[in-house]
């Protein structure tokens, strides 16, 4: 995977690289034109909800295959994409500030920093980033870092009017279109975003105690997992251990597969999960494309409240604007409205998702849902416990890539045994019938192909068969379809000198 920035001298990235693939690419322009025909249907909430839609109503169900029939250009594919990157606005769990690479001066602030720093979000705009906490030195250290995000969280404190508050604050590097005040020159620069959260415990002591809570835990289910012969055994270790750690009601493994379409392999659910999802296989267009990139990138995916219509980022005008800020890397960005109707209509109210990224490759999801027991129920897990999540589907990658070696190893070896087995089989036999030894009784072509269960060697004038084949007529049909007149003549004269 390409590297994002860890510090403001880095080239700014705007965006991610993308699969090139013809099927990916297809992919992605299916995604838009989804995604497009969704915000069909809110223009046309919007406008019935004005008195002034259309009697012809559209239904984002009904319509789908129409919708599909839609093309999209490059642009397109383009501002669907930018629309996730850059969407604006963020989570309301956190309060987000983007901050001057060189001046470390707030360029955008979210418009609930009140509930977090104390201060409206007009207030912090133009400050200084040190001066928005206690610790200002201890930020000052955490910005002259090679790598900011080695530090996170960072542990830091407000205080306003006397009143002392302990956040997480979450640090990266990100692309921004930052506008000199002095010359009007509008240029990319990477700046920092600060990501404040709650710490999930009123008491400083009780968060750091809960931090190591969580890595016990994680450490046994680590212990776990190293213990596990198969792959199968794993994922169901996974779920569970993933599941003590965050409070997620589902816990999923969410297999992708060749054709980009997804199944859950495995499942663990809490009693009053009464519907199981295990089983099912789901569209390509479940997960884009585009946020299968991003979970490259940031493995680790959380949404308190889908019912969160989400804070926007307010900045000033002559500096900077909200989607010239690049979220790629952000911890709050919000999601996108038809992700969040798609989950409500599932009856789920908080989501956390983790990527499993093996052999660097995207294999799959663990796929967190929370309902709550009754009612509109969100769930908050702190940085922390987020933290040993990902920790753990580290330790859980690593044994499945082992697992997934061994497994090649073991067929390698096989296979190889096989062949010498045939080979074997077929130096035993008389010169002129050598091929028998390819279709006889038990080693043969059979145990080289998986699921095959029938074998024919094909001759000028001869054919050996084994196990279900068709009739005799039916395979010389098929051998001339399959094999050009000269390539059998080239056949029958290997078949010649190996029979002498």
């Not at 201060?119 to 910005?143: A, T, Y």
């Not at 199944?263 to 494309?289: C, F, M």
């Not at 009784?441 to 084949?469: C, D, F, I």
């Amino acid at each position: 995977f390409r590297t994002m920035p860890g510090m403001a001298t880095d080239i700014p990235v705007w965006t991610l690289p993308l699969d090139q693939s013809a099927a990916a690419f297809d992919q992605r322009k299916r995604d838009a034109i989804l995604h497009k025909g969704f915000d069909r249907r809110k223009e046309y909430e919007r406008d019935l909800a004005a008195g002034t839609a259309d009697k012809q109503c559209y239904d984002y169900v009904r319509d789908s295959i129409e919708t599909f029939k839609q093309t999209c250009d490059e642009k397109g594919i383009q501002d669907y994409t930018e629309s996730i990157y850059n969407c604006g606005k963020v989570q309301q769990f956190g309060c987000f500030i983007a901050v001057h690479p060189d001046t470390r001066c707030v360029l955008a602030c979210s418009s609930n920093a009140e509930k977090f720093l104390g201060k409206s979000w007009k207030d912090v705009m133009g400050c200084s980033i040190q001066s928005l906490f206690v610790e200002s030195g201890k930020v000052e250290q955490v910005l002259k870092l090679k790598d900011v995000s080695v530090a996170n969280p960072v542990l830091l404190s407000t205080d306003h009017a006397g009143v002392k508050r302990v956040v997480n604050v979450v640090v990266s590097v990100a692309a921004m279109k930052i506008t000199d005040p002095n010359t009007k020159e509008e240029t990319d620069r990477n700046g920092y975003l600060f990501e404040i959260e709650d710490t999930g415990s009123s008491d400083p002591d009780h968060s750091t105690e809960g931090m190591w809570q969580a890595h016990q835990l994680m450490r046994g289910a680590v212990a776990r997992a190293q213990r596990c012969e198969s792959i199968e055994q794993v994922f169901s270790v996974a779920v569970e251990e993933i599941h003590k750690l965050s409070s997620m009601d589902r816990v999923m493994v969410y297999k992708f597969h060749p054709d980009m379409h997804g199944e859950v392999v495995e499942e663990y659910r809490t009693e009053w999960v009464k519907e199981s999802l295990l089983g099912l296989h789901y569209p390509a267009t479940d997960i884009p494309q585009v946020n299968r990139e991003l979970f490259k990138t940031n493995r680790v995916r959380h949404v308190m409240n889908i019912e969160d219509p989400g804070a926007a980022i307010m900045c000033d005008p002559t500096r900077t604007s909200p989607k010239a800020i690049s979220l790629m890397k952000s911890v709050l960005r919000q999601p996108h409205a038809c992700h969040c109707e798609y989950l409500k209509n599932m009856g789920v109210t908080a989501t956390l998702n983790l990527a499993i990224v093996v052999e660097d490759k995207l294999w799959g999801l663990f796929a967190c849902h929370h309902h709550g027991r009754g009612g509109h129920d969100p769930l908050f897990v702190p940085f922390q416990t987020r933290n040993a999540c990902e920790f753990l589907v580290q330790a859980i990658c690593a044994r499945i890539r082992a697992l997934l070696q061994l497994q090649r190893s073991v067929a390698a070896e096989r296979t190889m045994d096989v062949h010498i087995s045939i080979c074997e089989k077929m130096m035993n036999c008389p010169p002129d019938s050598r091929f028998r030894g390819l279709v006889g009784a038990g080693s043969n072509m059979m145990s080289v192909v998986p699921y095959a269960e029938g074998a024919a060697v094909v001759l000028p004038l001869q054919m050996h068969t084994h196990g279900k084949v068709p009739s005799e007529e039916m395979i010389r049909r098929i051998v001339s379809r399959l094999v050009p007149t000269y390539q059998m003549r080239c056949v029958a004269a290997c078949c010649s000198v190996l029979q002498r």
